[in-house]
């Protein structure tokens, strides 16, 4: 029994370590996280898992790059990349009927 118990907690640490390695890495630098949101609304776009709210905070991004507002351009950057992911993320989903 004890040894069940033990090789259940490894297997349960070995699942979340694996999760952790799925978190994205955060730039302080404005151009970067533009790129990186541009590449992954991108990339949910030809998997035709574009949500709205990924396109919508490019676009914030996009302004606010041409504003010279940094700040904005990171913050909505991270949007469009957390949403564009979770939009691919959702395609592993199984249909339902």
Known sequence: MEKTLVAMALAAALVLAG??????VRTTD????LAQAQADVKAAAAKDAL???????????????KKG???AVLKY???ASDQARLGLEQTRYPLTH
Request: net charge negative; proline share 3%.
């Open 69 to 71: 507002d940094s700040a």
């Open 30 to 33: 404005p151009n970067e996280a």
């Open 51 to 65: 949500w709205t709210s990924a396109q919508q905070a490019l676009k914030e991004a996009e302004a606010a790059a």
């Open 19 to 24: 999760c952790q390695g799925a978190t994205a």
């Open 77 to 79: 950057s991270e949007i």
